[in-house]
């Protein structure tokens, strides 16, 4: 596609439930990031790839959330047990490579979680 | 450690003057620098990047930002403004040293443009 592309747009869910999140990106970018973003805040860094293994995990905020992307290009990010603080937009971005005039990242429009 | 400041949570400027919204920053070694601007219900979009080279660096829709090295700045700025350009804006820094590619946002700055 022409675009990074994230569905769903919008997950409600319940507390404890478990939560998959798609990230599909442009075509033949090698790169994969997630962040998440809160109301009135910046992105906050959550996982990196490059090709299909993470080269940067150290946003993850604990062990329930979780992410692959196991053939280099579409990449899943999995909530387990999920709390009401886990609540905000995930956002997902590609970029052609992490060379330095490759990486600019070009997001998708989100996925608006709402734990209840 | 990696930071971003927006020192203003909103910029209100009339339509056809110059407006600014203020970024600065703080890393270890040499920064790469980005501007992205946040559309209501839409993803960020890229607008421009410091990465070496002029200081001044032009990008998307007409924006341009300087990078001061002395002052740990990357303000953004447009001759012009229009009404569209009202949005939210954020800076983001990455450090140059190391592997890692992760981008350390600022809060953002919400700008209204007024007609």
């Known amino acids: 596609g022409a675009g990074v592309s994230q569905t769903p747009s919008n997950k409600v869910t319940e507390k404890g439930k478990y939560v998959e999140l798609r990230c599909d990106p442009i075509s033949g970018h090698t790169a994969l990031y997630w962040y998440r973003q809160s109301l009135g805040q910046g992105p906050e860094f959550l996982i990196y790839?490059?090709?299909?293994?993470?080269?940067?995990d150290s946003g993850l905020p604990n062990d329930r959330f979780f992410a692959v992307r196991p053939e280099g290009s579409v990449s899943t990010l999995k909530i387990q047990r999920t709390e009401r603080g886990d609540s905000a937009v995930y956002l997902c971005?590609?970029?052609?490579?992490?060379?330095?005039?490759?990486?600019?990242?070009?997001f998708g429009p989100g996925t608006r979680l709402l734990v209840l | 450690a990696q930071s971003v400041a927006q020192p203003e949570d909103q910029v209100n400027v009339a339509e056809g003057n110059p407006l600014t919204v203020k970024c600065t920053y703080s890393?270890?070694?040499?920064?790469?620098l980005f501007w992205y601007v946040q559309y209501p219900n839409r993803g960020l979009q890229f607008l421009l990047k410091y990465i070496t080279g002029d200081n001044l660096v032009k990008g998307s829709y007409g924006f341009e930002a300087e990078f001061n090295k002395s002052q740990t700045s990357f303000h953004l700025k447009k001759p012009s403004a229009l009404v569209s350009d009202s949005a939210l804006y954020f800076c983001a820094v990455r450090d140059r040293a190391g592997n890692n590619r992760k981008l350390i946002w600022g809060l953002g700055t919400s700008l209204a443009v007024n007609p």
């Open positions: 790839f490059q090709g299909t293994g993470a080269a940067d």
């Open positions: 890393v270890s070694g040499n920064p790469y």
């Open positions: 971005a590609s970029s052609a490579g992490t060379g330095t005039y490759q990486e600019t990242q070009y």
